[in-house]
């Protein structure tokens, strides 16, 4: 064993390089995916199978092919097409395809996307009619009752799986090293193999950043449903 070469300034600079790399890309496919979420759960649950159907048909095919997959058709794929490549430098939305992290985000988004609308989607579904019932006694609107009663109570409802989707886009975010040019923990990992060849040291320290990573997220939606799920505890008499 030769951990002390991990902790020398230029491995110790890698990792904490590679962890910057993995929150960045963790907190922007989650806040691109969790607001795209939204709106297209309440189509999930629409009355109308020509607004339901198309978000049906993504989230079967995303959630049904592996997010690997997923990442080399948007970067190796979609981004490498000639009439892409012919308009990245001037016209949007293309220009985000020739950066790599760009593309790795949105395949990370897409996925997130489309496994938390199915969370929320069912959430809705299981709203209690007492509680649409008593809003549409106060004289609310549909619009207000989806904005303040189905869609906060959903969400709350929401926090136990969605916190395991949030630790499993933790852990996918170590395919991100596939792409060229994005740098996480796994590429830091890699990169100490390849330099000194140690690659026990070298993943079991990158497992173990990842490990507290876990934790950390576990502890802080552990927080938040004791706050938002609390009036879902047996009450004590």
């Known amino acids: 064993m030769q951990f002390d070469v991990i902790f020398t300034p230029e491995a110790l600079t ?5 962890l910057l790399g993995t929150l960045e890309l963790l907190v922007a496919c989650l806040v691109v995916g969790g607001t795209l979420s939204i709106p297209l759960a309440i189509m999930r649950v629409s009355q109308s199978a020509w607004v339901r159907g198309p978000v049906w048909l993504f989230t079967y095919i995303v959630r049904g092919t592996p997010l690997l997959i997923q990442v080399y058709i948007i970067y190796y794929g979609i981004a490498q097409l000639d009439w892409i490549q012919a308009r990245w430098d001037t016209t949007w939305p293309w220009i985000g395809f020739k950066d790599a992290f760009f593309c790795a985000v949105l395949a990370f988004s897409l996925n997130t996307c489309a496994y938390t609308v199915e969370l929320l989607a069912g959430a809705i579904r299981d709203t209690n009619p007492g509680e649409v019932e008593a809003a549409q006694a106060m004289g609310l609107s549909r619009l207000q009752i989806l904005r303040r009663i189905v869609l906060p109570s959903a969400m709350r409802r929401t926090l136990p799986a969605y916190s395991n989707e949030v630790i499993m886009m ?10 060229p040019a994005v740098f996480d923990i796994t590429g830091a990992a890699r990169s100490i193999y390849s330099d000194f060849y140690l690659p026990f040291e070298a993943f079991i320290t990158a497992g173990v950043i990842y490990l507290a990573l876990t934790f950390t997220l576990v502890g802080f939606f552990k927080l938040a449903e004791n706050h938002w799920l609390a009036y879902l505890r047996p009450q004590k008499h």
Request: hydrophobic fraction near 40%; proline fraction near 0%; aromatic fraction near 14%.
């Open 170 to 179: 933790l852990h996918s975010t170590s395919l991100a090293s596939t792409v």
């Open 14 to 18: 890698l990792y904490w390089d590679g």
